[in-house]
T-cell receptor
Framework: SQKIEQNSEALNIQEGKTATLTCNYT??????LQWYRQDPGRGPVFLLL?????KEKRKERLKVTFDTTLKQSLFHITASQPADSATYLC???????????FGTGTRLQVTL | KAGVTQTPRYLIKTRGQQVTLSCSPI?????VSWYQQTPGQGLQFLFE???????NKGNFPGRFSGRQFSNSRSEMNVSTLELGDSALYLC??????????????FGEGSWLTVV
């Protein structure tokens, strides 16, 4: 069966460092992968999308890589700030945009 | 531009009752999808509607149903509520079409507690 794993439930890092979150999948051939941020009690907010034929995408302090051979995506936040503390979700999609399969998320805590 | 609006935000129901949740997508968006989020199972896809037709369905029992109106607004209904239906129900809208990788925009969700 399809499975999406995000490396850890929680990740604690110091302000200014780079946070790296991992998303691994099995039994899946996604056409694209998305990353979302979710704050407690709020809906997820879209951050970045990367397609299967793309290796890397960047947006400001965010960078996503996608390796379809390893079946893995890495999500990096450089120069992390306490305001980056949230749960980050990866989601895989095939055809129709709205049918996404989500990972369970990684809770990132950035401390001073 | 207003975001995705979901009502009600919080509700408490008793086992066996039914509930209807409402979602107004972003203006111009024709696709509306619904997700259930629980601590144990995470975010799970319920169904998607496009132009008043159900286009995709997740693996949920028939007690979960939905519909979409001509103005793209959507409702989902859960009948014969069970304790395990307690969850955050999220609605998301996207512009249109089958083009892969459209961004979807989530609402703030409806928190349902079944007692």
């Amino acid at each position: 069966s399809q499975k999406i794993e995000q490396n850890s439930e929680a990740l604690n890092i110091q302000e200014g460092k780079t946070a790296t979150l991992t998303c691994n999948y099995t039994n899946y051939s996604p056409a694209y992968l998305q990353w979302y941020r979710q704050d407690p009690g709020r809906g997820p907010v879209f951050l970045l999308l990367i397609r299967e034929n793309e290796k890397e995408k960047r947006k400001e302090r965010l960078k996503v890589t996608f390796d379809t051979t390893l079946k893995q995506s890495l999500f990096h936040i450089t120069a992390s700030q306490p305001a980056d503390s949230a749960t980050y979700l990866c989601a895989l999609g095939t055809g129709t945009a709205s049918k996404l399969t989500f990972g369970t998320g990684t809770r990132l805590q950035v401390t001073l | 531009k207003a975001g995705v609006t979901q009502t009600p935000r919080y509700l408490i129901k008793t086992r066996g009752q039914q509930v209807t949740l409402s979602c107004s997508p972003i203006s111009g968006h024709r696709s509306v999808s619904w997700y259930q989020q629980t601590p144990g199972q995470g975010l799970q896809f319920l169904f998607e509607y496009f132009s008043e037709t159900q286009r995709n369905k997740g693996n949920f029992p028939g007690r979960f149903s939905g519909r979409q109106f001509s103005n793209s607004r959507s409702e989902m209904n859960v009948s014969t509520l069970e304790l395990g239906d307690s969850a955050l129900y999220l609605c998301a809208s996207s512009p249109a079409g089958q083009d892969s990788g459209n961004t979807i925009y989530f609402g703030e969700g409806s928190w349902l507690t079944v007692v």
